[in-house]
């Protein structure tokens, strides 16, 4: 996060120096300082802040595709002539550890529609998750892991 201030700050600069403070002209500084700020972090080593960007944006796509996808599996379940749902509450072995990548998933996984997160256990490792079909709980929790707890554990490694 402290990158992000140092390209925000930056880009301001940018503006104030080249003296313009139109919309383009912040986004150029903005640009311009991503790319300073990428360089100089390869050269202290660790994990660029490019690629925390990339990882953050192919989160945030997984994020509308599965939005999309289970938008249209409701929509279908919701339409279908027989309302052959199971909805349940199933419990989910979290990965990850920390208190902001547990909101997020929580998050993430209510935002979706046909899921909603319902608690979380007091050890902060079983998150509980209300299915409009539970049918294939198993399903469901592979589905989590491999998509968007994958996902965040790359994000904010």
């Known amino acids: 996060m402290g990158l992000l201030l140092v390209n925000l700050l930056l880009a301001f600069v940018w503006v104030a120096l080249s003296g313009s403070a ?12 991503l790319l300073v700020v990428g360089v ?18 192919s989160l945030l796509g997984l994020f509308l595709w599965e939005l999309m996808k289970s938008a249209f599996r409701v929509t279908a379940l919701v339409l279908s002539p027989r309302l052959a749902i199971r909805p349940g509450i199933l419990a989910y ?6 208190d902001f990548e547990i909101a997020l ?3 993430l996984i209510t935002l979706t529609p046909g899921t909603l997160s319902v608690d979380v256990s007091d050890d902060r490792k079983t998150l509980y998750i209300h299915a ?8 469901t929790r592979r589905e989590i892991a491999e998509g968007f707890e994958r996902k965040i554990r790359e994000t904010f490694a």
């Open 22 to 33: 139109t919309v383009h002209n912040l986004l150029f500084g903005f640009l311009l300082s």
């Open 40 to 57: 100089l972090r390869e050269q202290v080593g660790g994990v660029t802040y490019l690629t925390r960007a990339r990882r953050l944006f």
């Open 93 to 98: 072995r979290l990965t990850v550890t920390r």
């Open 105 to 107: 998933l929580a998050n």
């Open 132 to 139: 409009l079909d539970c049918s294939d709980p198993d399903a």
